[in-house]
């Protein structure tokens, strides 16, 4: 079956660091590019973070990201992480994996493929 | 960054009727030379993970009902259920792929039942 498994989340105090983990199978990751998008409570989608398709040579980040999160990924393993350090309150929400459609023209296309999420929690 | 608006924030709709979506982006995601629109939808139904009901704004995703159809071009777009049903409630979302990263999504759309 084709799927992404998330994992990782938690509860962490604000200032704290997760390392989120979205597992592959079915497919060959390494052929798409990959993402991280969120969802805070009650609220919308915003995404995150992504990941060039092949050894991820390109890695790309929301402003709101840039410099606290770090995606990398383990074609050999069929995983892509999400290292996130200097938690912020509103940095809390539902994280999801996603798989974009291969398509050359633009780096990051639709996300043709969803993992159920990992919840992270940032409190006190 | 291209902006989306989608509208209405919410509308509740009778069983079998249409229920008709738009989204608006802040700039053209039309490309001429291939002659396609750079947008996706999203259906989001409540404590699950989004999932992809059509990408090059009127392509429908394999196995989406074809009560799902979308439409527009440039920086108008509509997402339309032809005729509602219950398993249709939840929140629908767009999304634009013309300018990435970053990739940018509507606010959403709740749609419920009358």
């Known amino acids: 079956e084709v799927q992404l498994l998330e994992s990782g989340g938690g509860l962490v105090q604000p200032g704290g660091s997760l390392r989120l983990s979205c597992a592959a199978s079915?497919?060959?990751?390494?052929?798409?590019?990959m993402n991280w998008v969120r969802q805070a409570p009650g609220k919308g989608l915003e995404w995150v973070s992504g990941?060039?398709?092949?050894?991820?040579?390109?890695?790309y980040y929301a402003d709101s990201v840039k410099g606290q999160f770090t995606i990398a990924r383990d074609n050999s393993k069929n995983t892509v992480f999400l290292q996130m350090n200097s938690l912020r309150v509103e940095d809390t929400g539902l994280y999801y994996c996603a798989r974009a459609a291969p398509l050359r023209e633009v780096l990051i296309s639709y996300l043709d493929l969803w993992g159920r999420g990992t919840l992270v929690t940032v409190s006190s | 960054d291209i902006v989306l608006t989608q509208s209405p924030d919410s509308l509740a709709v009778s069983l079998g009727e249409r229920a008709t979506i738009s989204c608006k982006t802040s700039q053209s995601v039309f490309y001429s030379s291939n002659n396609k629109n750079y947008l996706a939808w999203y259906q989001q139904k409540p404590g699950q993970p989004p999932k992809l009901l059509i990408y090059w704004a009127s392509i429908r995703e394999s196995g989406v009902p074809d009560r799902f159809s979308g439409s527009g071009s440039g920086t108008d777009f509509t997402l339309t259920i032809g005729s509602l049903q219950a398993e249709d409630v939840a929140v629908y979302y767009c999304?634009?792929?013309?300018?990435?990263?970053?990739?940018?999504f509507g606010g959403g759309t709740k749609v419920e039942i009358k």
């Open positions: 999304q634009q792929y013309y300018t990435t990263p970053p990739v940018t």
């Open positions: 990941i060039d398709a092949g050894s991820g040579v390109g890695t």
């Open positions: 079915g497919f060959t990751l390494s052929t798409f590019a």
